[in-house]
């Protein structure tokens, strides 16, 4: 089913099917994850939006990290709120990205849950049409 945590299981393998290594090396694994929704799903092009990614499965990984479009950022697990923690990275251009989640740092969803880039504003001067105030008479 796809409600199990992550399990470590003895790992052997073997050459021919009939001598196996005897090492027991630790295997994990775990329910496959999904991005469901973004809290906070736009953001500047200069980064530094914290983003709380949404979605299933994300209890008992290793690496976590998420990925805006090509850019991966590390990720923290909030086991209070069953969701991850991640800061967005800058982006060159303003768009759309999808967000993608890896527990182990290697595979990453395939959810396509997208986050927009915008260009900030900069506000280069003011212009005002009010004559200007001028002293007593």
Known sequence: GSAYHRRA????????????TEDEVAFSYYAEP??????FDRGPTSGG???AVQGSSFRGGSVYR???GMDEVNAT???????????????TAAGNVAV???LNGQQFTTSEVGFE???EVIVSHLMTNVPPWRGPA
């Open 9 to 20: 299981v003895p790992l052997e393998v073997s050459m021919n099917a009939q001598q196996y």
């Open 34 to 39: 999904s991005v469901s929704a973004l809290r």
């Open 49 to 51: 939006t914290s983003v």
């Open 66 to 68: 998420c990925r805006f």
């Open 77 to 91: 697990y909030s086991a209070e709120d069953d969701e991850l923690q991640c800061v967005s990275p800058s982006s």
């Open 100 to 102: 993608e989640v890896s």
């Open 117 to 119: 880039y915008y260009a």
